[in-house]
């Protein structure tokens, strides 16, 4: 644990937003950081009134970013913000972040990490000159269940892997939510806010990590077929991907936000030579092991029979469910005790530097780049490039 | 129901032929039919033993299918069998069911009809010469929470079809089986025996059709990637379709036999405008039903509130779980009705006829064709063609 | 197998009976059992045209239970019934079952056994002075995963069991169906024809059975709450009852017809020292095992990896889902297989002997009697007396 | 929301204090608390060191509570700490509780309340007098689906309520696990630091609370058999008790600590005349609704067709799970919330007294009381007393 509490300031996230919320929560749960400061609004009297209501002191709620940047650059290192956290819509995460680096802080961005795959690349190039650290919140990779069911794969307790199925359907663009008054349907599904791809985008790259996550391999080919199921809609809204994996292993990849009933069912399953994995983000707690000849187990968080890192990443015993927070919160966790044993001059241990990085967001933002391009192309396979 | 049993032949189906049990037990269990012969291996010394395991009666036992057919034509309308069923591997299904409809007799055939798509057509065309029916036990569109997802899709009950998510994996060919001893794994691996595709051919077919039969659309586009996971195996083991249906809706089907610790895990998600459906097989009397808006519902079977279609095709109150061999019952007793009825000069109703037809068999061939074709091609989208 | 099919009578399970064509669906699955007579009704003319639909011989559709067994008894050996199934109402099954063993007929009688404590003692009389076999079809207990639990039980994988619970909740009694034309209703809430008790009588002593044949235990003592839930009803509907077994475990049995949306939802737990089971009815394939410090597990029907007892009452591989009637048809192909044994002069095997028999009659009804009494004193503990 | 954060101390809750931690975490996650102050050991020096690792300014880590509370009492009023957390083992409930409101602090408790009845009252008694807030953390009561299930209740969906089953298997003292080592175990087994009961006591009082609240009814009456199952151990480790509501519902309450393989498998069932609900603390975001003659349905976390109550207590969409610790939260906030809206003069609203209290803790001691009682008695039933 660190030697005082990690201080957080935020780019976004003022009333109603309900991301910003999260990544507070998130903060908050292991009381091992301190929010102090923000610029939680591009309106500043929504800012200043969210910032009040946060019980930021007045001389910290910030007009914009810049300002805030500024200043805490400025005030004596006993007092000035650790690290800034970005939760504004995809379009605006690139400026706060190079300029946050640029003053010497560290940085968590919701994901996707930029607008575009060159802005990603300019941030990785970023992050490597100053050395400090960017956490991006691909929070399903928190989960205690996923980490167990990668270290299970890196044990090899499956064998090599031979196949991977991951879906992320939801209902929630089912209709034209984005003109009926709903800011995080307008946003992502507007090409000038969201970037290149709507659904992919928002989740499927989720997915693509997640099961690059567990499996440790890497997505090497793709095949994509992008839609727009509702008409009148501008971005993509639901896709599927044939994928190959850098060791020969195949996979598909389905995400959808029109898929009528679904709330936020992101699955995944992973098959090797000598078993198989299966998780679900709405019961995280619970992780399916399948075997040949054996019967199934049911693997539960918070048992003394899991990995370390699954361990690492819980708070309670067994049968009291964890849930999205938590694996939020574990996020944080990790990149606070980072920036915190840095800052003590020691060296981050695994477990701790286990949180998703720039290279992370680059990586997605080629997905996106990748699927986009396959979709629209008459060739079947598409190398993946960085 | 009829006015008397229906008379059953089988060809194959003897000793350790796990289908043909099941074919017998299908047949048996709602009382409808009478198994009065048989041909039941290519082993004559081991078909008589068969044939008197099960009671046949000894000039009722034939040395090969030939025989049965001929001599079985020569016996008085009220001794002679009415229907055979054809229970031999897939390279062995199309001369039987020529000569037997030649010779007058219904028939039935486990799937693949045929080894061919070519083979598949004349079949179709002698069924149509002659006027005899021909089922093809699809068992999986004869369970009950099937014909109730149908007939809530026909209802419109979900608006138009937008996505279907079809996924079987199974895991008894994670090993190289078919070499050890495994007489089931070695002619559905054998090319010569089993036809162009392994997994494709032996369990995408039925996912194709369920497909199909559910949303009530047509596969008009797709794009494969067939896979042989296993070293050393001659036809593909695993396999990825994307799909595009005759309405614009998409899909993907996924097919696997090296699904390391899966069982026969057939599972279905249609998406519509207002609300989607999904459906486990090995979870059969329960259908999920998602709605946008309002929470989920658990249709089960054997309730007062289902469609008539469902009521049809179950036999014990909700709650009395049935299972795959109700669902093969259900083909077999439609089919023992439709055949009864027509014996007695009446029009069979929509519901005797609710069950897979050589129509559903020349679609599952021309289904394998197009997907080994767009399997072994660049280009990425294929024409579904028959 | 046998060296011919045994014939089987029924005594009642005409027309819109559901029990007596779960008996012959149960029957007819294996193709061991020829249907040969019947007294299906009380009303000759209803027993005649079921007889007729149900493809009986006129010559062997009888009157009634008396005019069929005297005149079977009459026909020779190679024709005459084996064994005749009582599927009539409880206060209709003690007369035949004696007429029938007095005849030198074997016997399936659907449970409750009798009307009485004391009719069940009389027929255990007969049934030893006779020699011949009495199956009571306690359903629950044909399950395969069943009978893992029981072999896994024995075995002491679990170590000594601690506790048990058992809950057997339905809710189609939760209005006064009886007086709404529900013939079953009707019936089984009358006391001059269901006998003592309702819900306990009808479902509990499923429950009990259950518990004890798992566990191999037998109910010493018990403590019971037995309701009339539903204004107007003139038999429990409801009733919970604390338990002690022989082996000083404890237990909780609960039934009940009134828990409203609930099916046939019958589940058990059992504890041991060193891990528990868990099994419901309604998706009976599986058995969840429960370890100390290890993940849980989950059987399922059909694997190689499961006792012989659950592979004996298996018919077919994993993943393709049994259900009630196949449970059923274990208790019948256990029957003949027995009687079947018998016939040809050798000893049935413990695998054939695997069904509930008189005592198991004689168990429930002396359930029955010590609830009833238990539940109107004011004593706590009841001792459990036969 | 409050206009500044509500300041809390600790009593108890130390290193490796599970207990402590959790609601440290409830405390925080809604940045509405500020931990200010701890006597947090009985062993100074651990609580020194323990207030360390918090971030707690030295001035304001105590040696023990008698001297925090003095010592808060002294400070000014907006430095001193809002309320104190109680959460040390049961016997050392009463004594601080009673300072503390003596002083003025209102007062979180961990259950169960005290260590006997007669203390309970007398907390309870200065409650009244004082007129300050006291919560009992009951978390299980503080799932938003469990506040749906109440809210439901109370609109009577299901009509008037027939049968509750209410279940708490754990298996973790399946072993002596108090001589292993094991802290927690070994305060809980032993009747000095207890009080009266085991199981019942720590487990049992969650049941019969969660039973109360959400049915809205009372226990009147109740028949206990509580059991010693592991021999060797102090106090009950297992029970079963047959309950009578105040409407005359009936209802069974099952908790155990031997039950092999459990978690903290809590499930409650509620039966009305129209309807009936399932709740499993295990999977907390669904609550399942059946009806006669209608599909069950899913009822789901964080959808807007929810009750305010459920809404109020929920703080992330659907689909992305909330746990244990959020239900824990949802107590603290409602409590924060009630004390922060008196210290500002205001009335607190029906949502936020929504958290158990005094009462609860004197209802939960009287349960004790009376199945102790129950269980020791020849008698079968109890009239619950308090």
Same sequence: chains 1, 2, 3, 4.
Avoid at 109 to 123: D, V
Wanted: with cysteine; glycine share 10%.
């Amino acid at each position: 644990m660190n030697n005082r509490k990690m201080r957080m300031g935020m780019i976004g996230g003022g009333k109603d937003a309900f991301i910003g919320a999260v990544h507070r929560i998130a903060a908050n749960i292991d009381g091992q950081v301190e929010f102090c400061c923000g610029a939680l609004s591009v309106n500043p009297e929504v800012g200043r009134q969210s910032g009040k209501d946060l019980f930021l002191d007045d001389d910290r709620i910030y007009a914009n970013y810049q300002e805030m940047i500024e200043k805490e650059s400025q005030l004596p290192a006993d007092k000035r913000m650790d690290f800034v956290t970005i939760v504004t819509p995809n379009f605006a995460h690139f400026a706060p972040a190079m300029m946050a680096l640029d003053h010497g802080f560290n940085v968590v961005i919701e994901k996707p990490i930029t607008l575009s795959l060159e802005e990603a690349k300019q941030l990785q190039e970023k992050v490597k000159e100053t050395g400090l650290v960017l956490c991006l919140t691909h929070t399903y990779s928190g989960y205690p269940m996923v980490k167990q069911a990668k270290a299970m794969v890196k044990e090899g307790k499956l064998g090599a892997i031979r196949k991977i199925m991951v879906e992320y359907p939801q209902g929630w663009l089912s209709t034209l939510t984005e003109r009926e008054g709903n800011a995080g349907a307008a946003w992502r599904t507007d090409p000038t806010k969201s970037g290149k791809s709507g659904c992919m985008g928002d989740i499927g790259t989720h997915a693509a990590q997640l099961a690059e996550y567990i499996s440790g391999l890497k997505i090497s080919k793709l095949c994509a077929d992008l839609n727009i199921v509702v008409p009148g809609r501008g971005l993509d809204d639901d896709g599927n991907v044939l994928l190959k994996f850098d060791n020969g292993a195949n996979g598909v990849l389905i995400a959808s936000q029109i898929a009528a009933g679904e709330e936020n069912a992101l699955k995944i399953k992973v098959y090797g030579e000598k078993g198989g994995l299966e998780w679900h983000q709405m019961e995280p707690n619970t992780l399916i092991v399948k075997w040949l000849n054996e019967p199934a187990q049911i693997y539960r968080a918070g048992q003394a029979y899991l990995s370390d890192a699954a361990k690492h990443n819980t708070r309670v015993p067994g049968g009291h469910p964890e849930g999205y927070l938590e694996a939020f919160a574990n996020i944080y966790r990790n990149f606070v005790l980072t920036i915190g044993a840095i800052s003590q001059g020691q060296e981050p241990t695994a477990a701790m530097l286990d949180f998703p990085k720039v290279e992370d967001g680059v990586r997605g933002m080629a997905f996106i780049d990748n699927v986009v391009a396959s979709s629209a192309s008459d060739q079947k396979w598409f190398d993946f490039k960085i």
